[in-house]
Every structure is written in C-alpha cells, then in structure tokens.
C-alpha cells in the first residue's frame, strides 16, 4: 500500500528556536499533501493543504509566516515551525493521496510529536 | 456549528456487542465520507469509505443519509481489538480536497 514516512517522530526544541519537519511519499507521486495538527483529546485540525510547485492554501486561523510549508517535489513536503513556543507543542502529522480526486483516502505519515520547552 | 460532529462516548462495551456510532456535517456539497480509526498516540488509519447506498466490510457496516447530513457506523460481534477512537471524516477545507476530520468516538471493548 501507499507509504508516507514522517520524520522526525519526536523532537524537542527549545522556545525561540525553528523545526523543520519533512513529509515523503515513498511509493507515489503526490502533487498535494495536507498538514495536520492534533492537540491531546483533539481532533486532527487541518492547517494547510501543500501544493506542489505553488504556495500552500492555509486554513483560517493558520499563521503562515509562522508555519512555513515548502512543496519543492512530488515527494516531500516540508513544515518548519519558526519561533516556536510552548503553545505550538503538539502532534503535527502530514498526509497525501496516492490517487488523483478527493474521493480516495488520504494516507499518514506516522506523526512528529513536537514539544517546546 | 463545527464541520464533522460526533459523540464523544465512551463507549464501553462487552465482547461480542454490536455498537453503533453515529456523525452529522455541516457541508451539503460534502462528497467524500469516510470512518477512521486512531489509536492512542499513532497516525489515523482508514477504516472504511461510506457510499451512498451503504456498504459493508465484515463486521463493519457504513451509512449515508444525504438529506440529513448523517453518517453512521455499526460494529456487530465487538472484538478486545476494536477498542479505539472512531474518526468520521468528509471532505472540504479551503480547497475542498482535504478531509475534515471529527473528534472521534471512543470505544473500548472489554472481556
């Protein structure tokens, strides 16, 4: 089946610094990828859809200068978080189709669990 | 309103009960409806898609009422393993091509 790996799987950092996180397909081209936040006893919160080639479609309430996406090939996505601070502490998780149109599933990445100290 | 809603539970059930969950949206021009399934700290993985005439895979049995904007999900003969948090998931975001995910609702089956 389709592959997206994620890494890191766990990062520390501390507040002030920025973190980059990188999103691939293994298995597929994916010319958009979705970036994803979850909170604990959350639900998963879309932030932005990544598009290849082109800027990136950020939810609202979604600072973009702040969360930087870059889409440099059909296979990977990056997310950095810049100026992170405690509050942006989460489980950020990337996710693509392996298919064209949006009535296939999306596959995930197996998340970064992102903590500021 | 939010998007996706969906009861939260728990719910605790017994081996070899049939539970059934139950979601509305928000979006009428939603066309892409799916049930996820999250365990504790990993990645959601895809469960199963909802069509609109209903569907089974196994255990699972899925359905759609467009004109309620409603998704259900039935679990029949509950297994130890089934003890996880249920996404419902439609599609939209600002592009419309990413999926919209629901709190979840958590089952734990017990023996």
């Known amino acids: 089946g389709a592959v997206v790996s994620q890494h890191p799987s766990w990062v520390i950092c501390k507040s002030g610094t920025s973190v980059k996180i990188e999103c691939r397909s293994l298995d597929f081209q994916a010319t958009t990828m979705f970036w994803y936040r979850q909170f604990p006893k959350q639900s998963l919160m879309l932030m932005a859809t990544s598009n290849e080639g082109s800027k990136a479609t950020y939810e609202q309430g979604v600072e973009k200068d702040k969360f930087l996406i870059n889409h440099a090939s059909l296979t990977l996505s990056t997310l950095t978080v810049t100026s992170a601070h405690p509050e942006d502490s989460s489980f950020y998780i990337c996710?693509?189709?392996?298919?064209?149109?949006?009535?296939?599933?999306?596959?995930f990445g197996n998340g970064t669990r992102l903590t500021v100290t | 309103r939010k998007e996706v809603e969906q009861d939260p539970g728990p719910f605790n059930v017994p081996e070899g009960a049939t539970v059934a969950f139950n979601c509305t949206y928000s979006n009428s021009a939603s066309q892409s409806f799916f049930w996820y399934r999250q365990d504790c700290r990993k990645e959601p993985k895809l469960l199963m898609s909802v069509y609109s005439s209903g569907n089974e895979d196994g255990r699972f049995t899925a359905q759609l009422n467009r004109a309620s904007q409603y998704i259900s999900l039935l679990i029949r003969d509950s297994k130890l393993s089934d003890s996880a948090t249920y996404l419902c998931v439609v599609n939209g975001g600002q592009a419309g091509t990413a999926l919209i995910f629901g709190k979840g609702t958590t089952l734990s089956v017990s023996s």
């Open positions: 996710s693509a189709r392996s298919s064209t149109g949006y009535n296939s599933p999306l596959h």
